[in-house]
């Protein structure tokens, strides 16, 4: 009997914990982006740094990494404006752009030059 309480302890507190981490980040990005990160011959770079920060203000910036086939992907909070884009690598070109976001998801590919 104390071995279930304890395990319905611990269940109870892992979906609390995670409930509120999801209901959090839902309320906050709404808008996915999507994109691949390659270089000149179209390989995929793997754990390549995407820094969007909103245009007008240093509060909104968010950050994702790409995966060992140069994808990623990252919820931003607002539609509809400009976000400066920096792409980083070790041994690569930062690159450093901005992009129109539209309603809805957007997918958003760059490549990198050595």
């Given at each position: 009997?104390?071995?279930?309480?304890?395990?319905?302890?611990?269940?109870?507190?892992?979906?609390?914990?995670?409930?509120?981490?999801?209901?959090?980040?839902?309320?906050?990005?709404?808008?996915?982006?999507?994109?691949?990160?390659t270089?000149?011959?179209?390989?995929?770079?793997?754990?390549?740094?995407i820094?969007?920060?909103?245009?007008?203000?240093?509060?909104s910036?968010q950050?994702?990494?790409?995966?060992?086939?140069?994808?990623y992907?990252?919820?931003?909070?607002?539609?509809?404006?400009?976000?400066?884009?920096?792409?980083?690598?070790e041994k690569?070109?930062?690159?450093r752009?901005?992009?129109?976001?539209?309603?809805?998801?957007?997918?958003?590919?760059?490549i990198?030059h050595?």
């Open positions: 009997m104390k071995n279930r309480r304890i395990f319905l302890l611990i269940l109870g507190s892992f979906l609390f914990v995670n409930l509120f981490h999801f209901n959090t980040a839902a309320a906050t990005a709404k808008y996915l982006i999507s994109g691949k990160i270089d000149l011959n179209l390989r995929p770079i793997d754990g390549a740094k820094v969007f920060e909103l245009e007008g203000g240093l509060n910036i950050v994702a990494k790409t995966n060992n086939r140069g994808n992907s990252i919820y931003l909070p607002v539609t509809n404006k400009v976000y400066w884009v920096t792409i980083g690598k690569y070109k930062t690159y752009g901005k992009i129109q976001l539209k309603d809805g998801s957007d997918n958003f590919n760059f990198l050595k």
